[in-house]
């Protein structure tokens, strides 16, 4: 007796499909699970047992072999769980085998027959719709983030025998319905506003081009001057995420397993920002299957770290790379996985130990050789990469005491689409000039044929910062700055 039903595994952030084929014969009992499966799958055929005992089924005393095609590919993880348990009650004729070659199954089981979430349904549905299978039958609690897919049909079960019903045709499972409209007009609401910060106008200004223009930014002041409190708000002036960047984006927080339960769609730009405790590992991603780090958490949105001298040396220089080239790739022996990882930088530091040298409030004790010092913990090639340094004072108490709100994020927000929306249109057509696309907040060389290694990094970064900061001048109906000499930077 064979069956065979359709499940999915995932693959770095994309999913594929695993056909799971169950073969039940005659002999010793056994339960052998093929196709390279690992801990959580071949602990998977104890809970088989005992969820098909406790809801009423028969588990056969035979020799049952069940494969994962493709084998050459490690399968990890519980979701085959339910497949599995599927398979097993086709193959004994106690469900019908009639809609199992246009169902995709996935989900966890409890010992008590009960299915539960799994990691990865947003990739899941997307290879389903890939593969042009009728409908995905997931765990109810996975509905809201893989029902964002159209074209396929996301169903929902609760347990193994609302599964085996729908299976035989005697009931209908929930069907996942999302309005993508009405989830992006209320999950794109901000916490958090610019004109809550008192003073700053300069740090405001400057954090404004950082977003019209993808820079990566360092914000140097004593401790209380406001530089986590401005770097929060960063994700609030960014332009709105597209369609795209949030199912990219929560493809890689399905996979990570951080995205809450019941949440559909990633649709705010994500601010991550570690401890500076945190290891490289943790930081671009590791393990012994690859999981996505704080930097792929962070793609299409804001990567924040405070206290960066903090940090322990050989984490900063791993950012190196990722900076560059928008993406990560962990390679281990057996596999080579490539994340996402296209993200603004901000970081933080006082300017020395004691965080008062040139505070005008306090006396700094640290001496020149510790100031010295402590700012070398940061090195050159990663300094080089983050376009701009920004000096954060202390915000005088009559600032503070200051009963009127600032500017909000919104109207920033407004003048930063804009500015890019202008960016795009002007630069199209000069060769060897980099603007930034609504895709990501890497620059992008707009002209035919250039290369974006052509000419230094540091060129690149003024061409881009003069252009942007004459737009946003002209945008706000503020002076404009002269352009650079030719050769420097973007000739008008």
């Given at each position: 007796m064979?069956?065979?039903?359709?499940?999915?595994?995932?693959?770095?952030?994309?999913?594929?499909?695993?056909?799971?084929?169950?073969?039940i014969?005659?002999?010793i009992?056994?339960?052998?699970?093929?196709?390279?499966?690992?801990?959580?799958?071949?602990?998977?055929?104890?809970?088989?047992?005992?969820?098909?005992?406790n809801?009423?089924?028969?588990?056969?005393?035979?020799?049952?072999?069940v494969?994962?095609?493709?084998?050459?590919?490690?399968?990890?993880?519980?979701?085959?769980?339910?497949?599995i348990a599927?398979?097993?009650?086709?193959?004994?004729?106690?469900?019908?085998?009639?809609?199992?070659?246009?169902?995709?199954?996935?989900g966890?089981?409890?010992?008590?027959?009960?299915i539960?979430p799994?990691?990865?349904a947003?990739?899941?549905?997307?290879?389903?719709?890939?593969?042009?299978?009728?409908a995905?039958?997931?765990?109810?609690?996975?509905?809201?983030?893989?029902?964002?897919?159209s074209?396929?049909r996301?169903?929902?079960?609760?347990?193994?025998?609302?599964?085996?019903?729908?299976?035989d045709?005697?009931?209908?499972?929930?069907?996942?319905?999302?309005?993508?409209?009405?989830?992006?007009?209320?999950?794109?609401?901000?916490?958090?506003?610019?004109?809550?910060?008192?003073?700053?106008?300069?740090?405001?200004?400057?954090?404004?081009?950082?977003?019209?223009?993808?820079?990566?930014?360092?914000m140097?002041?004593?401790?209380?001057s406001?530089k986590?409190?401005?770097?929060?708000?960063?994700?609030?002036?960014?332009?709105?995420?597209?369609?795209?960047?949030?199912?990219e984006?929560?493809?890689?927080?399905?996979?990570?397993?951080?995205?809450?339960?019941?949440?559909?769609l990633?649709?705010?730009?994500?601010?991550?920002?570690?401890?500076?405790?945190?290891?490289d590992?943790g930081l671009?991603g590791?393990?012994?299957?690859?999981?996505?780090?704080?930097?792929?958490?962070a793609?299409?949105?804001?990567?924040?770290?405070?206290?960066l001298?903090?940090?322990?040396?050989?984490?900063?220089?791993?950012?190196r790379?990722?900076?560059?080239?928008?993406?990560?790739t962990?390679?281990r022996a057996v596999?080579?996985?490539?994340?996402?990882?296209r993200?603004?930088?901000?970081?933080?530091?006082?300017?020395?130990?004691?965080g008062?040298?040139?505070?005008?409030?306090?006396?700094?004790?640290?001496?020149?050789?510790?100031?010295?010092?402590?700012?070398?913990?940061v090195?050159?090639?990663?300094?080089?990469?983050?376009?701009?340094?920004?000096?954060?004072p202390?915000v005088?108490?009559?600032?503070?005491?200051?009963?009127?709100?600032?500017?909000?994020?919104e109207?920033?927000?407004?003048?930063?689409?804009?500015?890019?929306?202008?960016?795009r249109e002007?630069?199209?057509?000069?060769?060897?000039?980099?603007?930034?696309?609504?895709?990501?907040?890497?620059?992008?060389?707009?002209?035919?044929?250039?290369?974006?290694?052509?000419?230094?990094?540091?060129?690149h970064r003024?061409?881009?910062?003069?252009?942007?900061?004459?737009?946003?001048?002209?945008?706000?109906?503020?002076?404009?700055?002269?352009?650079?000499p030719?050769?420097i930077?973007?000739?008008?």
């Open positions: 064979l069956a065979r039903v359709r499940s999915a595994a995932v693959f770095g952030i994309d999913a594929y499909l695993v056909d799971v084929e169950t073969d014969a005659n002999g009992p056994t339960f052998a699970t093929v196709g390279l499966p690992q801990g959580a799958v071949k602990e998977g055929r104890e809970r088989v047992y005992a969820a098909l005992a809801t009423g089924f028969t588990f056969p005393l035979k020799r049952i072999t494969n994962l095609a493709p084998a050459d590919i490690r399968k990890d993880g519980s979701a085959f769980d339910l497949p599927v398979g097993i009650l086709a193959a004994t004729e106690q469900i019908s085998p009639e809609r199992l070659g246009r169902v995709a199954v996935l966890e089981l409890g010992l008590e027959g009960a539960r799994v990691r990865g947003l990739p899941v549905a997307l290879a389903t719709r890939a593969a042009g299978l009728e995905l039958v997931l765990p109810r609690e996975n509905l809201p983030e893989a029902g964002v897919v074209g396929v996301v169903l929902g079960a609760g347990n193994l025998a609302e599964l085996a019903d729908f299976l045709g005697k009931a209908e499972l929930t069907e996942a319905s999302v309005d993508l409209t009405a989830l992006f007009a209320e999950r794109t609401r901000d916490d958090v506003d610019f004109a809550e910060v008192k003073g700053q106008a300069h740090a405001k200004r400057a954090l404004e081009v950082a977003a019209a223009g993808g820079h990566n930014i360092l140097i002041g004593p401790p209380g406001g986590t409190m401005l770097a929060r708000r960063i994700p609030t002036i960014l332009p709105k995420m597209s369609l795209e960047e949030a199912l984006t929560t493809k890689i927080h399905s996979v990570a397993g951080v995205l809450p339960l019941g949440e559909s990633v649709a705010r730009r994500p601010f991550r920002a570690p401890h500076h405790t945190i290891s590992a671009i590791g393990g012994s299957y690859p999981r996505p780090g704080e930097v792929s958490l793609h299409s949105g804001v990567l924040f770290l405070d206290e001298p903090e940090f322990r040396k050989n984490v900063l220089e791993v950012l790379q990722p900076m560059e080239d928008g993406v990560v962990i390679a596999m080579s996985l490539t994340y996402p990882a993200f603004m930088l901000a970081a933080a530091m006082n300017p020395c130990p004691c008062y040298f040139g505070d005008t409030q306090h006396n700094c004790v640290c001496g020149p050789l510790g100031v010295e010092r402590y700012l070398a913990r090195s050159g090639p990663l300094l080089d990469r983050i376009d701009l340094h920004l000096e954060v202390a005088k108490y009559r600032a503070l005491a200051d009963q009127g709100g600032g500017e909000p994020s109207a920033v927000r407004e003048r930063v689409d804009r500015a890019r929306a202008v960016q002007r630069f199209t057509t000069r060769p060897g000039v980099y603007a930034v696309t609504d895709r990501d907040h890497t620059p992008r060389a707009l002209g035919a044929g250039v290369s974006p290694h052509s000419q230094d990094r540091a060129h003024r061409s881009r910062g003069s252009g942007l900061a004459r737009i946003a001048a002209r945008e706000r109906g503020d002076p404009v700055p002269q352009p650079r030719p050769g930077g973007v000739r008008e």
